[in-house]
C-alpha cells in the first residue's frame, strides 16, 4: 500500500507516522489514508477515508545518536505537518507513492542544528521525569483522600473507573 500510487488507488495520503528504535535499527512506520472503494465494508472517517495499521516504511542502521535523535523527533513532526514542510508532501500522485514522499523530506544539516537539538533532549527528558514525579504526587495525593474518607477498596476501583484512570 505505501508504495502505491493514485493511479492504482485514488486519494491515497500518508496517516501516521511512527518511529521506532530496536537495539541498532531504526524503523519508520507509517499509514495509509485512502478512500475505499467499497466504504460500507470500512471504517471509514466523516470525509470517507479509511487508514491502514502502521506499516514499516524505511529502516535504517548503523546510525549516530544524534542522526537517530533527530529522525525519532524531526520524522513525525515534518509528516504531522505536511504542506510542503521540509519538502513532505502527504499525498501521493500518479508518479510518487507515500514512500516516495517520505524519502523527499529534508531533514536538516546536523552542523546548523546540533546544539539546539541536544537542549531539546535535554528538556524532553526533564520533562519526562516531572510528569512522572506529578503522576506518582497524584497517586499519593489520591490515595490520602481514600484513607481520609475511609473509603474501600471497591468503592477506590468505583470511583477510579469513573474517572477512566
Known amino acids: 500500500m505505501l ?21 541498532a535499527k531504526l524503523v519508520i512506520k507509517m499509514s495509509a ?9 470500512y471504517e471509514t ?4 477515508y479509511t487508514a491502514t495499521e502502521l506499516l514499516p ?3 535504517f542502521v548503523g546510525l549516530d545518536e544524534k542522526t537517530r535523535a533527530l529522525l525519532e523527533e524531526f520524522v513525525p513532526y515534518a509528516v504531522e505537518e505536511a504542506g510542503g514542510f521540509a ?4 499525498n501521493a500522485t500518479t508518479t510518487k507513492s507515500l514512500i516516495d514522499r517520505l524519502k523527499t523530506l529534508t531533514l536538516p544539516q ?36 481514600y484513607e481520609l474518607f475511609n473509603l474501600v477498596e471497591e468503592d477506590v476501583e468505583i470511583i477510579e473507573s469513573s474517572l477512566d484512570k
Open 33 to 41: 489514508r485512502y478512500k475505499p472503494e467499497n466504504p460500507e465494508e
Open 57 to 59: 516504511a524505511m529502516e
Open 3 to 23: 508504495s502505491e500510487t493514485t493511479e492504482s488507488r485514488d486519494s491515497l495520503r500518508v496517516g501516521s507516522v511512527q518511529v521506532e528504535s530496536s537495539g
Open 45 to 48: 472517517d466523516r470525509w470517507g
Open 87 to 90: 519538502e513532505f508532501r502527504e
Open 110 to 145: 546536523m552542523k546548523g542544528i546540533e546544539n539546539d537539538l541536544e537542549r531539546y533532549l535535554k528538556r524532553k527528558g526533564e520533562a519526562k521525569e516531572l510528569e512522572k514525579e506529578l503522576n506518582e504526587t497524584n497517586n499519593e495525593i489520591d490515595d490520602i483522600v
